[in-house]
């Protein structure tokens, strides 16, 4: 017999971090125990994490469907896969913590070579919007930190010093010796968006994400028909769990890569669906995290190295809060890693 319980943690940035959306200080996250009364040594943990204004489940009811789940825990097969379909941060945390349990409940839920601290991740640096000189440090950090796949957020200010920065980058790393990647968030209009592509394909770009709001599927297939840079769907997929339904959008919109975040999508299966369906277009595709404290990122990372994908992943989210649950995991040399050697605390989880 099952039990469960969640606890609730808000996560703070060590600085506030700027997205098209906004400036973003903090966020909550839900961590979701199980066992088995018969075993309650072993607990499963996973994190159900919410980003305002992004993910679907972000409603007033969210706490609500958390408990129901819980009080209904050991009906968790309807729940996996049909009874969260409009809540997939909680399936996601759902399908974490019974995997967790599966494995002996010490957070090991795909032993690897990464949790053996053998091989590392290769992950891209991630550059918050903000000032122009706020930005231009931050990459100046993530290149004497090792980094050679750099991400910036970009259409929060002006376009042209967006561009004059991403200019200065060039004129030190060709393409050769540091993939930049850009992301919109939405930030461009279907019309404004072709010439914008135009000017960023000049600087040298690996790709752009989600360059004009999400549900336009007609305007992003034109644009990604036409583009000389490729497009990366990210905000695209959340939202879609039928198979029918991505088959769809992929076949309509027709992308160059999709952004594959299991806390935003449903979790492990309907990620490796998003991920198998793309291949079959030779649509290419990474993992993100999506803002995750160390229980989801950790459980995406460990999912993620077994996929064998050698493109740099956005993994890197771990370290820009101050108050995270302290784990294994450490990044070295632009990758990360799992030292099987440092210990979990959990005590904020279980009030040890």
């Known amino acids: 017999?099952?039990?469960?319980?969640?606890?609730?943690?808000?996560?703070?940035?060590?600085?506030?971090?700027?997205?098209?959306?906004?400036?973003?200080t903090g966020k909550n996250s839900w961590y979701l125990v199980i066992y088995d009364s018969e075993n309650p040594g072993i607990k499963g943990?996973?994190?159900?994490?919410i980003?305002?204004?992004?993910s679907i489940d972000d409603l007033p009811g969210f706490e609500n469907k958390l408990k129901k789940v819980i009080s209904?825990?050991?009906?968790?097969?309807?729940?996996?896969?049909?009874?969260?379909?409009?809540?997939?941060?909680?399936?996601?945390?759902?399908?974490?913590?019974?995997?967790?349990?599966?494995?002996?409940?010490?957070?090991?839920?795909?032993?690897?070579?990464?949790?053996?601290n053998i091989s590392g991740i290769p992950i891209n640096g991630l550059v918050w919007m903000g000032s122009y000189d706020f930005m231009r440090?931050?990459?100046?950090?993530?290149?004497?930190?090792?980094?050679?796949?750099?991400?910036?957020?970009?259409?929060?200010?002006?376009?042209?010093?967006?561009?004059?920065?991403?200019?200065?980058?060039?004129?030190?790393?060709?393409?050769?010796?540091?993939?930049?990647?850009?992301?919109a968030n939405g930030a461009f209009s279907p019309e404004e968006a072709p010439?914008?592509?135009k000017r960023l394909d000049k600087i040298g770009l690996h790709s752009i994400e989600q360059p004009i709001r999400a549900g336009q599927w007609e305007e992003l297939a034109k644009l990604c028909e036409t583009t000389p840079l490729p497009i990366a769907l990210d905000e695209e997929l959340i939202g879609i769990s039928d198979k029918n339904k991505i088959i769809k959008?992929?076949?309509?919109?027709?992308?160059?890569?999709?952004?594959?975040?299991?806390?935003?999508?449903?979790?492990?299966?309907?990620?490796?669906?998003?991920?198998?369906?793309?291949?079959?277009?030779?649509?290419?595709?990474?993992?993100?995290?999506?803002?995750?404290?160390?229980?989801?990122?950790?459980?995406?990372?460990q999912w993620a190295f077994t996929l064998d994908n050698p493109m740099p992943q956005g993994l890197g989210t771990g370290q820009v809060f101050s108050d995270n649950i302290p784990s294994p995991l450490y990044i070295r040399n632009a990758a990360l890693w799992y030292d099987p050697e440092k210990k979990w605390n959990l005590s904020h989880i279980f009030h040890e």
């Open 249 to 301: 959008m992929l076949e309509t919109i027709r992308p160059q890569y999709i952004i594959v975040k299991p806390g935003l999508l449903g979790g492990f299966r309907e990620s490796e669906i998003f991920i198998a369906e793309a291949e079959k277009r030779s649509i290419g595709w990474w993992v993100t995290s999506a803002l995750e404290g160390n229980i989801g990122l950790n459980a995406i990372a």
């Open 137 to 183: 440090k931050q990459i100046i950090e993530k290149i004497n930190a090792g980094f050679r796949c750099i991400k910036l957020k970009i259409g929060a200010i002006n376009f042209e010093d967006e561009l004059k920065l991403l200019k200065l980058i060039r004129t030190d790393f060709n393409e050769n010796e540091l993939e930049l990647r850009v992301d």
């Open 51 to 54: 980003i305002t204004g992004l």
């Open 195 to 197: 010439e914008k592509l």
């Open 45 to 49: 943990v996973g994190e159900c994490s």
């Open 1 to 24: 017999m099952l039990t469960g319980s969640f606890v609730k943690h808000r996560l703070h940035f060590k600085q506030p971090s700027g997205t098209s959306r906004g400036i973003l």
């Open 72 to 116: 209904d825990i050991n009906n968790y097969s309807y729940w996996l896969n049909e009874g969260l379909t409009d809540f997939p941060a909680i399936r996601f945390g759902l399908e974490t913590a019974l995997k967790d349990i599966e494995t002996g409940g010490r957070r090991l839920l795909f032993p690897s070579g990464f949790t053996e």
